[in-house]
Nanobody, 119 residues
């Protein structure tokens, strides 16, 4: 069964940077589009950034100019710069993996990775 696996979370000071990666488990699965979401304690999950298969991107206003979503070699990345304490949250990847060139019928969620930004 395919799973999405996030990596790259951690703790940084304000102004620092992190790069999150999302990959589909198993060598036959790839992702070339999807979104990053985040959920802070007591808040609803929100879209942070998304990238489509044609490469177009969309960002939440709160991260524009600081975060960059990209796709490379079957993985989706989120580069986060100039991090702020309010970026602290669990970050989730959402994507529809491709197997042998064909998108799967459903979207999948990763297990989440914690990002903590201290002031």
């Amino acid at each position: 069964q395919v799973q999405l696996v996030e990596s790259g979370g951690g703790s940084v000071q304000a102004g620092g940077s992190l790069r999150l990666a999302c990959a589909a488990s198993g060598s036959t699965f790839r992702i070339n589009a999807g979104g990053w979401y985040r959920q802070a304690p007591g808040k609803q999950r929100e879209l942070v950034a998304e990238i489509s298969r044609n490469g177009s991107t969309n960002y939440a206003d709160s991260v524009k100019g600081r975060f960059t979503i990209s796709e490379d070699n079957g993985k989706v990345y989120l580069a986060m710069n100039s991090l702020k304490p309010e970026d602290t949250a669990v970050y989730y990847c959402n994507a529809r993996p491709i197997v042998f060139g064909i998108p799967m019928p459903n979207d999948y969620w990763g297990q989440g990775t914690q990002v903590t930004v201290s002031s």
